[in-house]
T-cell receptor
């Protein structure tokens, strides 16, 4: 089954404690991306990756890091989480992006609470 | 820059037709797409318009006018399960930019 898998689904952590949210896709997609969703603000892009070892900032990258060492995996790293990073996070993937459109497939989301 | 505008909420009656509009301002544009998100769920792809005109997929249709920087999602024969949030999104260069979403309420 084609899917994007995020882990964990729920996470409560304390300020400053480094955490990683994993994302894996089994569709051989080049493009992967992270979004955060907050009430009234829609989906805002954090980081994206066009391919292995190619990453770039989205609209709200501050406080986040990503890596793309393998095509299937795109972890989101919060080195020193703060309460304003409490949010619902989604990972998404699609085939090569650009002039050729493909739909984005989303993971089930990770609800993060930073206290 | 780029921005998308869509109504925050729309209410309709079961069995009726509803249209959700989306206007965008962006330079460089490769198409308008629509996603559905139920409460507690992930966004799922509904439709895409790369060229002007109407695209139909079952009860859902989507329209694009690039000259007007405008599109809409049309939902026909509304069912209670269509209660969800709907997002328009533009594909620009190597980004997907989402609108803030429209919450669709359906009355029995």
């Amino acid at each position: 089954e084609a899917q994007v898998t995020q882990n964990p689904r729920y996470l409560i952590t304390v300020t400053g404690k480094k955490l990683t949210v994993t994302c894996s896709q089994n569709m051989n997609h080049e493009y992967m991306s992270w979004y955060r969703q907050d009430p009234g603000l829609g989906l805002r892009q954090i980081y994206y990756s066009m391919n292995v070892e190619v990453t770039d900032k989205g609209d709200v990258p501050e406080g986040y890091k990503v890596s793309r060492k393998e095509k299937r995996n795109f972890p989101l790293i919060l080195e020193s989480p703060s309460p304003n990073q409490t949010s619902l996070y989604f990972c998404a993937s699609s085939l090569v992006f650009g002039t050729a459109f493909t739909e984005a497939f989303f993971g089930q989301g990770t609800r993060l609470t930073v206290v | 820059g780029q921005s998308l505008e869509q109504p925050s909420e729309v209410t309709a009656v079961e069995g009726a037709i509803v249209q959700i509009n989306c206007t965008y301002q962006t330079s460089g544009f490769y198409g308008l797409s629509w996603y559905q998100q139920h409460d507690g769920g992930a966004p799922t792809f509904l439709s895409y318009n790369g060229l002007d005109g109407l695209e139909e997929t079952g009860r859902f249709s989507s329209f694009l006018s690039r000259s007007d920087s405008y599109g809409y999602l049309l939902l026909q024969e509304l069912q209670m399960k269509d209660s969800a949030s709907y997002f328009c999104a533009v594909n620009r260069d190597d980004k997907i930019i989402f609108g803030k979403g429209t919450r669709l309420h359906i009355l029995p």
